[in-house]
């Protein structure tokens, strides 16, 4: 006869598993509007970040929702900002291979489509653990955004790298993505703790 044991490591790995497969559902389901993905994708780091650092309270599902709540008012006109960006830089890049200018005018043209689409990858990867992480203002924001991105860039094309890992895997198997993604993502909070943890200073406790 087994019987169940909360400290079995085992356990508890397939436990922190499935919270992140099921955490990665939420942010899905509740991005879907694309309107959303701001508030949704701030909740989901809001979540790993905690999960990563072993500070998650009980509740994935309560957890998420209360993170959403509490920071969509920043977090979804700066996700509609990165849409847009976003946007621009696809269609840049869609009037560079139709138009396929040549001579200096192509060459302009396509640095700065590669160069607006790297700021919003790099943006990307480190916008929404920002808002998650500190309260900051718009202007801190774009500040810090450049500080993460060139202090550290190994750094930051490592999350790109889990970010384009997991961003594929729920595009090529939909709603099985997020039996990789989850992990992927939670790679990246892992990272995001580290960096966030370098700029934090600590609080000197009395003997």
């Known amino acids: 006869m087994f019987t169940y044991n909360p400290d079995n490591k085992v356990l508890q790995a397939l436990s922190k598993y499935f919270d992140l497969v099921w955490l990665t559902i939420l942010w899905l ?23 990563a650092s072993d500070t998650a309270g009980s509740g994935i599902t309560r957890s998420f929702f209360a993170a959403w709540q509490r920071e969509w008012r920043q977090s979804l ?10 946007a621009l830089a696809v269609m840049d890049a869609k009037i560079c291979l139709l138009s396929a200018p040549g001579g200096a ?6 640095s700065a489509t590669l160069l607006l689409s790297l700021s919003v990858a790099c943006a990307w990867v480190h916008l929404f653990p920002l808002l ?13 955004l450049v500080v993460l991105t060139l202090r550290h860039p ?12 997991a961003l594929l895997a729920v595009y090529f198997l ?12 939670y790679a990246a909070a892992g990272l995001h703790n580290r960096t966030f943890s370098s700029y934090i ?4 406790r009395a003997p």
Do not use: D, E, K, Y
């Open 201 to 204: 200073t600590p609080v000197l």
């Open 154 to 165: 190994l750094r930051t094309l490592a999350l790109l790298g889990l970010w384009t890992a």
């Open 29 to 51: 389901l509740t991005s879907l509007p694309l309107v959303t993905l701001g508030p949704s994708t701030t909740a989901l780091m809001s979540v790993l970040l905690r999960l």
């Open 132 to 144: 998650a992480r500190f309260q900051v203002s718009a202007r801190q924001i774009l500040r810090n």
């Open 77 to 86: 006109p700066a996700g509609l900002v990165l849409l847009a960006l976003g």
């Open 105 to 110: 005018s192509g060459i302009l043209l396509w």
């Open 174 to 185: 939909g709603f099985m993505g997020p039996l990789i993604s989850g992990p992927l993502l």
